[in-house]
T-cell receptor, first 110, second 113 residues
């Protein structure tokens, strides 16, 4: 079983909808990252979280350390948000190794 | 800044051949890492480095070697290519080990026949 689970695997939304992508993990972590992989393959880092909540434009990321859960929200979704969103955790005691979820493929329809 | 660069973009190898995937960054980052991405499996860490002269194994290191002789460069060597190494390879870097924003290269698509 993967130590990092994302849901849903695939998501289709109408433009303007509020979107939530979930990430659950089963190990102790020191940080969690959200990444965006564009249809062309390039990967961009969106957020790094160790606690609480961060906001950047229409994107909001939250983490609950006690529940071992993080969410990525997209408000007022747009077709350009169509991408694969990947959750990655930095495990405690490994120091420098990331473990990744398999990603959520988001398609936003105009 | 060029950021993180990778060469080549695409490569076809025959089983048993060796090759080196190049990765370079111009941001003076200490932490560099190599990942492979396979359908349905997500990214997996192959090797990483926390500074020049220091490397360590990740989750899937078998069949790969790395070295870090300078801060800028972190090449990945396939010793004897196998079809199971067909994948997309990404190099990434960050200021320090894992706690900062990671910057990814554009990827190298490798096909081993």
């Amino acid at each position: 079983k993967n130590e990092v689970e994302q849901s849903p695997q695939n998501l289709t939304a109408q433009e303007g909808e509020f979107i939530t992508i979930n990430c659950s993990y089963s190990v102790g972590i020191s940080a969690l990252h959200w990444l965006q992989q564009h249809p062309g393959g390039g990967i961009v880092s969106l957020f790094m979280l160790s606690s609480g909540k961060k906001k950047h434009g229409r994107l909001i990321a939250t983490i609950n350390i006690q529940e071992k859960h993080s969410s990525l929200h997209i408000t007022a979704s747009h077709p350009r948000d169509s991408a694969v969103y990947i959750c990655a955790v930095l495990k405690d005691n490994t120091g420098n190794q990331f473990y990744f979820g398999t990603g959520t493929s988001l398609t936003v329809i105009p | 800044n060029a950021g993180v660069t990778q060469t080549p973009k695409f490569q076809v190898l025959k089983t048993g051949q060796s090759m080196t995937l190049q990765c370079a960054q111009d941001m003076n980052h200490e932490y560099m890492s190599w990942y492979r991405q396979d359908p349905g499996m997500g990214l997996r860490l192959i090797h990483y480095s926390v500074g020049a002269g220091i490397t360590d194994q990740g989750e899937v290191p078998n069949g790969y070697n790395v070295s870090r002789s300078t801060t800028e460069d972190f090449p990945l060597r396939l010793l004897s290519a196998a079809p199971s190494q067909t994948s997309v390879y990404f190099c990434a870097s960050s200021i320090f080990a894992g706690q900062e924003t990671q910057y990814f290269g554009p990827g190298t698509r490798l096909l081993v026949l």
